[in-house]
C-alpha cells in the first residue's frame, strides 16, 4: 500500500509564500508521475501543477509564473513553492502519485489566503 502524506499548508496573507511537501511512502516500484491539485468549497477538483518521472512539468493557467513544482526522486517527494498567493488560490490542496496503472491520494492540507 502507497501512503501520500502532504504537509505546509496553513494561513497567509494575500501576497506571501506558502512551501507544501508530499512525502510518499509504502510499496513503490515505479513512479510515472506526481502532481498537486486542489479544490474550493463547492467546486470540483482541479489540476495545479504535475511533473513526470522525466521531469516535465505542466501548470494551470491560474498559477503560472507564481508556483513552482519540484522533486526529489531518491526521497520519493515533491514540492510545491507558491509564491505571490492570492485569495482565490485557497482551498484544499492534494497530493496525487501515478505509477504502474494506479493512482493514490493524500489526505490534503488546507492553504487559507486572507484579503
Known amino acids: 500500500q502507497v501512503q501520500l502524506v502532504e504537509s505546509g499548508g496553513g494561513l497567509v496573507q494575500a501576497g506571501g509564500s506558502l512551501r507544501l511537501s508530499c512525502a510518499a511512502s509504502?510499496?513503490?516500484?515505479?513512479?510515472?508521475?506526481m502532481g498537486w491539485y486542489r479544490q474550493a468549497p463547492g467546486k470540483q477538483r482541479e489540476l495545479v501543477t504535475f511533473?513526470?518521472?522525466?521531469?516535465?512539468?505542466n501548470y494551470a493557467g491560474s498559477v503560472k509564473g507564481r508556483f513552482t513544482v519540484s522533486r526529489d526522486n531518491a526521497k520519493n517527494t515533491v514540492y510545491l513553492q507558491m509564491n505571490s498567493l492570492k485569495p482565490e488560490d485557497t482551498g484544499r490542496y492534494y497530493c496525487?502519485?501515478?505509477?504502474?496503472?494506479?493512482?493514490?491520494w493524500g489526505q490534503g492540507t488546507q492553504v487559507t489566503v486572507s484579503s
Open positions: 496525487k502519485l501515478v505509477g504502474a496503472g494506479h493512482a493514490y
Open positions: 509504502g510499496s513503490i516500484f515505479s513512479i510515472d508521475g
Open positions: 511533473i513526470t518521472s522525466g521531469g516535465i512539468t
